[in-house]
């Protein structure tokens, strides 16, 4: 039987975390949910964080793709996106202390513990605070579902893709960016 902790914003913050913890924290509608990725987590993680940055480094401008970071969305949710990409000019410094801000694009990668979140609450979330755009990985479909804002003024997710492992990994925020879906997929 799973146990729910609730709380808000600011009790998480404050949980001693140590350093031999194997697990993510997350705080999503106030519900603590703690995950360990597996390792098929974490091969389409590095594909995507190598290809992001190969990216970013080709050309001045192109903003900065990093690694998990804290972001704070309201009272009741705390995220741990898996990677995310910040415009030029928006990513926090190298000292900054979190809670980092929203990024420009958010992507989660499915974990079994965390999928029902993801492609939920998580989703809802992002969209509520303006996110411009979301990747769902789904390791287990084999795609990507990619959930984005038409423009800068629309209020909503109105775009949303299903690409399959035929198909590209490609966003207008990204001009020149092309990933395979098939390359984040071992064979």
Known sequence: MQTVQRMTAEEFMALPVGPDDPGIYELV???LVVHSPSGLHGDIQQTLLVALTNWTRAAAGRGKAAWPRDTRLGELNFFIPDLLWYREGRAPGP???PP???????????SPSTWRFDIGAKKAA???NGLPELWLV???AYEVL???RSGP???SFDVALELGVGDALESALLPGFSLPVADLYPE
Request: proline content about 10%; aromatic content about 10%; hydrophobic content about 30%.
């Open 95 to 97: 000292k900054d202390p």
């Open 146 to 148: 990619v959930f984005r």
């Open 29 to 31: 509608e106030g519900e």
């Open 100 to 110: 980092y801000p929203l990024p420009d694009i958010a992507i989660e990668v499915r």
């Open 126 to 128: 992002y969209e509520r």
């Open 153 to 155: 003024t629309a209020t």
């Open 138 to 140: 789904d390791s287990v």
